[in-house]
């Protein structure tokens, strides 16, 4: 959790030079539906997501660019009574937590093509790592068990998304596709 606090401070203080136009979004939100390997049935928290882009000066076809970071959290637990192979009977708690950074790159279509007021369409590309950890505790009979393990791997991330600005600054937003969740809903800022 450390290395997830420190990279984030460490992104927004370098994103933090590029506000001065009116070319930053900032989008807060939450995920459902599971992407990473969680047991069925687990319980915990939606997945909290925070992203920041700036929108880039250079056109490409009917669009334009974007690039930025998002970071994404979410914690879940499962409990289960299951009977080993001598019919013990054994209770397992299980806690499994994921934190992902990721460089994110985006290409919005012009509002010519869209032909909607205040309407963004875009589409995302991201890059990063995902900190997870899990914790297995199980007690019966035999006695108890601890078993704990944390790691660090890549994560890539590929989204559809739609915002929708109520006044030049502020709106709402939805990504659906392959990320820490399948779909995200939430605020989004416009500076």
């Known amino acids: 959790m ?8 460490l992104c927004g203080a370098l994103s933090g030079a590029y506000a001065q136009k009116k070319l930053n979004v900032v989008q807060a939100g ?3 539906g599971n ?9 915990g928290m939606p997945t909290l997501n925070f992203t920041y882009e ?7 076809g009917p669009g334009t660019f974007g690039a930025g970071i998002t970071a994404s959290y979410r914690k879940v637990n499962w409990k289960s009574t299951y009977a080993d192979y001598e019919g013990v009977e054994t209770n397992a ?4 937590s ?13 509002a010519d093509i869209i032909k909607v007021e205040n309407l963004d369409l875009y ?3 991201q890059l990063g790592v995902r900190f997870w950890s899990s914790k297995y505790t199980a007690s019966g009979d035999y006695g108890e068990g601890l078993t704990n393990s944390k790691d660090t791997d890549v994560h890539f991330g590929l989204v559809a998304g739609a915002r929708y600005y109520f006044t030049p600054n502020f709106g709402v937003y939805s990504e659906v ?15």
């Open 30 to 32: 939450i995920g459902f």
């Open 93 to 96: 708690k299980w806690k499994h």
């Open 35 to 43: 992407s990473l390997d969680y047991v069925s049935g687990a319980k």
């Open 54 to 60: 700036r929108m880039l000066p250079f056109k490409a």
């Open 2 to 9: 450390k290395k997830f606090v420190s990279t984030l401070l």
């Open 177 to 191: 596709g392959y990320d820490v969740t399948w779909i995200k809903i939430g605020i989004a800022g416009r500076f």
């Open 98 to 110: 994921n934190a992902i950074v990721a460089l994110r790159g985006a290409y919005h279509l012009n």
């Open 123 to 125: 589409g995302a590309v």
